[in-house]
């Protein structure tokens, strides 16, 4: 993992994993430096990475006071226990459908939660944050949110892609992948992370891209993606375009079976 800021109000903790066929996806998670900072996910679970340590590095977690979870994915809730025990302060925003998903994991302390749903707010002292569901999720208990501090959207798996290389999926800006490697990652990651695209009613979907542009935000935050700053026109032309993508099939057994035999030791001569 490793972080970096953008602008004064958000770091980005940054990590990756490479998808077999697919490429590199990026997995981030934030912390909104607002007067009562807010911890926007908490990374993947895998056993080398340590999420509290990597959060320590950029603020005490001690004096964390809110745990965004966008989902309850397992991508996004890898340092969630640990991090609830080392921010004994820090409440954590989910949905009630969140809270019971997680509770199949480990029973959450319902005095540390807080339920909020799309189109509420939530006050964190100097800035507000204003929830929404994006166009584009893969779980119902979905919530991302706008704040009008620093004028960004944090819009959980919306708008991620898959990357050529592990240095494009650690980049800084998004605008560093070319545009056309940007939008038919996206689309093929709208098709694997969101197939009911597809099959929605397109003029329904359609008003919720619309709405989410008509926040005009400056800054665009994907856990599976570097940050989008200047890009929207862009973005959302993608997005609505998602319902006519072609649909993602993943490997079948035959082709899992192809995989692992070109990993297959060469056997010994003689
Ligand atoms: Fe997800
Ligand atoms: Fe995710």
């Known amino acids: ?6 602008g004064e109000h958000v770091t980005v903790l940054n990590d990756h994993l490479e998808v077999p066929g697919l490429g590199f996806l ?19 679970g895998l056993p080398d990475r340590d999420f509290v340590a990597t959060l320590s ?6 004096t964390v006071r809110w ?24 409440r954590l925003v989910t949905t009630f459908l969140g809270v019971g998903l997680m509770s199949t994991e480990r029973p959450l302390p ?3 939660v807080y339920l909020l749903n799309p189109g509420q707010k939530l006050e964190v002292g100097d800035r507000t944050l204003h929830a929404f ?5 893969d779980n119902p208990a979905t919530v991302g949110f706008y704040d009008d501090g620093s004028r ?7 708008f991620g892609a898959p990357l ?6 650690s980049c800084m800006d998004a605008r560093e992948v070319p545009a056309d490697e940007l939008r038919s990652g996206q689309l093929l990651w709208a098709a694997v992370d969101s197939p009911w695209v597809h099959n929605a009613k397109t003029d329904r979907y359609l008003q919720t891209v619309h709405s989410m542009q008509a926040i005009d935000s400056d800054v665009i935050l994907s856990t599976h993606l570097p940050p989008a700053i200047g890009l929207g026109t862009q973005l959302f032309d993608m997005l609505a375009d998602a319902p006519d993508a072609d649909p993602f099939v993943g490997p079948d057994q035959q082709a899992l079976q192809e995989m692992l035999a070109r990993f297959e030791p060469a056997t010994a001569p003689g």
């Open 164 to 169: 050529a290389t592990s240095e494009l999926a």
């Open 1 to 6: 993992m490793h972080t970096y800021r953008i």
């Open 57 to 62: 590095s950029v603020i005490d977690p001690a």
């Open 133 to 137: 569901r994006p166009p584009l999720f």
């Open 110 to 112: 319902l005095d540390r």
């Open 67 to 90: 745990i965004w979870l966008t989902h309850p994915d397992r991508d996004h809730t890898g340092g969630l226990f640990a991090l609830l025990e080392a921010a004994p302060h820090a």
């Open 26 to 44: 990026p997995v981030n998670a934030f912390v909104l430096h607002a007067r009562e900072p807010v911890v926007v996910d908490t990374g993947l």
């Open 152 to 158: 960004t959207c944090f819009s959980s798996d919306c």
